[in-house]
């Protein structure tokens, strides 16, 4: 009885590591996202995370198509301080769930691959 006791919990507790590995810690999807950096700011009570703004191309005279990721480095969210306004370029991971210390988001911004200034004319 002992040894079925043991052999379920630990079935369990494999079960759940297993969980927690792919809703965490494993990103769902990687992707590059393209846009002009709207905002970053730095959120929170316990856990002070940076959260921003991306405004995706297309057309923006209906609705703005905002895409809201955190950053989980300073170093990357000092960077992108000094380019809001600006065309950028940002590899994002996304995961399945949140965690407090990683921000508002599932969608994490991972690194910063291309800034360009914005067109005149608003076109892309």
């Known amino acids: 009885m002992a040894r079925f006791s043991f052999v379920t ?3 369990l507790l494999l079960l759940l590591a297993t969980l927690i590995y792919f809703r ?3 990103p769902y999807q990687i992707s590059i996202q393209h ?3 709207r905002s970053v700011v ?3 009570y316990v856990f002070k995370t940076y ?3 991306l405004q995706l191309p297309g057309k ?3 609705t703005d198509r905002l895409l809201h990721f955190s950053i989980i480095r ?3 969210a000092d960077s992108l301080f000094s ?3 600006k065309d950028v370029t940002l590899k994002l991971l996304t995961y399945k769930g949140k965690l407090p210390w990683r921000g508002e988001s599932a969608v994490i911004a991972d690194e910063l691959l291309y800034v360009t200034l914005p067109d005149s004319t608003g076109i892309y």
């Open 9 to 11: 919990i630990f079935i």
């Open 42 to 44: 730095q959120r929170g």
């Open 60 to 62: 923006s005279d209906t």
């Open 74 to 76: 300073k170093t990357l």
């Open 24 to 26: 965490y810690i494993t």
């Open 35 to 37: 846009g002009i950096l």
């Open 51 to 53: 959260e921003g703004y």
């Open 83 to 85: 380019d809001i306004g």
